[in-house]
T-cell receptor
C-alpha cells in the first residue's frame, strides 16, 4: 500500500538554525504531497502541498520540492523560531489509496532560544 | 466559520468498557473522516463518509468499533469493549467534496486512555 516515511523522529535546534526534515513516499502514479503541522491539543493543520514533479510548495517560510526521481518531499526552513516548535507530518493522497490522506509518523521539532 | 467540534475532549476507562465519540463537522462539508492517532504516531484513517454513506471502513476493527452518520451531518464513533491498545487520540475531520485537502479541517480530537 501507499506509505510515507519520515526519517527523523525528533529534531532539536536553536533559533535561526536551518531545518531539514526528510520525507520519502511510496505510491503508484502521481500522488499529491502535503505537509501538515500539529500543535499540542489540536488537530493537524494544512501547511502546503505540491502536485507535480519539481513543483515547490511553501508557507510561513517553510518549503519543499516534489522530487519524483527520489520520491521525496523534504521540508526545509532557513531560520527557525521558537514558535515553530510543533509536530510536522508529511502526507500523500493518491488514486491508489482512494484519494485518502496517508500520513507519515511525524517529526517533533523543538526550537530553543 | 465554525470549526469541527468534537466531544468529549478526554475519556478514561477500564478495559472492557464502552465509549462514544461525537463529531460535528463544518456546515456544508459532506465528507467526514475519523482518524486514530496513537501517541507519537501519525493519524491513521479508520473510516470515512460521504453524506450518510460509508465510503471506506476497511481499517475499522469491526468487531469492536462502529461509526455512523445517520443524517449526513454529525457522526458518532463507538468502541464497544475498549482495550489498552485503543489508547490514542481520535480525530474527526471534514471537507466539502471536490475541494482540495487545503480545505480539510480537523477537530481538536478526543484523547482516550484505556487502563
Amino acid at each position: 500500500g501507499d506509505s510515507v516515511t519520515q526519517t527523523e523522529g525528533q529534531v532539536a535546534l536553536s533559533e535561526e538554525d536551518f531545518l531539514t526534515i526528510h520525507c520519502n513516499y511510496s505510491a503508484s502514479g502521481y500522488p499529491a504531497l502535503f505537509w501538515y503541522v500539529q500543535y499540542p491539543g489540536e488537530g493537524p493543520q494544512f501547511l502546503f502541498r505540491a502536485s507535480r514533479d519539481k513543483e515547490k510548495g511553501s508557507s510561513r517560510g517553510f518549503e519543499a520540492t516534489y522530487d519524483k526521481g527520489t520520491t521525496s518531499f523534504h521540508l526545509r526552513k532557513a531560520s527557525v523560531q521558537e514558535s515553530d516548535s510543533a509536530v510536522y507530518y508529511c502526507a500523500l493522497a493518491a488514486t491508489s489509496s482512494g484519494q485518502k490522506l496517508v500520513f507519515g509518523q511525524g517529526t517533533i521539532l523543538k526550537v530553543y532560544l | 466559520e465554525a470549526g469541527v467540534t468534537q466531544s468529549p475532549r478526554y475519556a478514561v476507562l477500564q478495559e472492557g468498557q464502552a465509549v462514544s465519540f461525537w463529531c460535528d463537522p463544518i456546515s456544508g462539508h459532506d465528507t467526514l473522516y475519523w482518524y486514530q492517532q496513537p501517541r507519537d504516531q501519525g493519524p491513521q484513517l479508520l473510516v470515512y463518509f460521504r453524506d450518510e454513506a460509508v465510503i471506506d471502513n476497511s481499517q475499522l476493527p469491526s468487531d469492536r468499533f462502529s461509526a455512523v452518520r445517520p443524517k449526513g451531518t454529525n457522526s458518532t464513533l463507538k468502541i464497544q469493549s475498549a482495550k489498552q491498545g485503543d489508547t490514542a487520540t481520535y480525530l474527526c475531520a471534514s471537507i466539502a467534496a471536490g475541494t482540495g485537502y487545503e480545505r480539510l479541517f480537523f477537530g481538536h480530537g478526543t484523547k482516550l486512555s484505556v487502563l
